[in-house]
């Protein structure tokens, strides 16, 4: 990896990052829920971009290196295991097992599934 790339990984990841604050802001504001729809929605988008750039990459239409920067770095930042994780633990002290269900297999199965979804798009171009 040569500086440049360095350089851009970083950079974004910090993009991806500061678009996931917005992105919890704004579900936040306009959802009121013990169900943490904000990490579910960046976690589900997230997913389906990063499968559309790996198909993109994988067409030879975006170049490995923007694979690893926009993958790896922005879709790195922008969603987060670590805090569904703690959310569905959350969840499961404040005794919403359903919630915490949910939040701990559903969301999984829709990120995956969201995840094919996006690979078989980024393919078919």
């Given amino acids: ?3 440049g790339v360095f350089a851009a990984l970083c950079v ?3 993009v991806g990052a500061a678009l996931r ?3 919890d802001g704004l579900v936040r504001s306009r959802v009121k829920s013990v169900f943490p729809w904000g990490t579910a929605v960046i ?3 997230g997913s389906l971009l990063l499968g559309v750039l790996i198909g993109l990459t994988l067409s030879a239409v975006v170049a490995p290196q923007w694979a690893l ?3 790896t770095g922005m879709m790195g930042g922008y969603t987060t295991f670590s805090t569904a994780s703690i959310e569905t633990m959350r969840l499961v002290q404040e ?3 359903v919630m915490a269900f949910s939040n701990g297999f ?3 199965i829709a990120t995956v599934a969201a995840g094919f979804g996006g690979l078989w ?3 078919a171009v």
């Fill in 1 to 3: 990896m040569n500086p």
């Fill in 12 to 14: 974004a990841g910090g």
């Fill in 21 to 23: 604050f917005v992105v």
């Fill in 43 to 45: 976690n589900v988008s």
């Fill in 69 to 71: 920067v926009l993958g």
């Fill in 95 to 97: 005794r919403e097992y």
């Fill in 106 to 108: 559903v969301v999984l």
């Fill in 121 to 123: 798009l980024g393919a």
